[in-house]
């Protein structure tokens, strides 16, 4: 499995950018599709955007297509999750995932590895 750090979470003003990280150890991180999840007070945990092992595939969630990016850097081990344009309804605790999945694809569900999240606040 594949262990996973998050950071850059933090509190931001309506219309303002974050970028979160997740730093992964572990040798499966360039054969594993990543993605980003939250959870909201009183919601289900919801998919955000997923990325495939290359980076060459990508998937977001309706409510933040055309504002976030999902990217990755094999050779640091990282994902990242660039937020622009952040609401008040983004405002959630934000997880890294992680799935040994080798088609270059992105999976929405099945995750096995997850980090500690950590939490963005959109105030208004």
């Known amino acids: 499995q594949v262990q996973l750090v998050e950071s850059g979470g933090g509190l931001v003003q309506a219309g303002g950018s974050l970028r979160l990280s997740c730093a992964a150890s572990?040798?499966?991180?360039?054969?594993?599709?990543m993605g980003w999840f939250r959870q909201a007070p009183g919601k289900e945990r919801e998919f955000v955007a997923g990325?495939?092992?290359?980076?060459?595939?990508?998937q977001y969630a309706d409510s933040v297509k055309g504002r976030f990016t999902i990217s990755r850097d094999n050779a640091k081990n990282t994902v990242y999750l660039q937020m622009n344009s952040l609401k008040p309804d983004d405002t959630a605790v934000y997880y890294c995932?992680?799935?040994?999945?080798?088609?270059?694809?992105?999976?929405?569900?099945?995750?096995?590895?997850w980090g500690q999240g950590t939490q963005v606040t959109v105030s208004s």
């Open positions: 995932a992680a799935r040994y999945f080798l088609p270059d694809l992105v999976p929405l569900g099945d995750y096995n590895s």
């Open positions: 572990g040798r499966t991180f360039s054969s594993s599709a």
């Open positions: 990325i495939s092992w290359s980076g060459h595939n990508t």
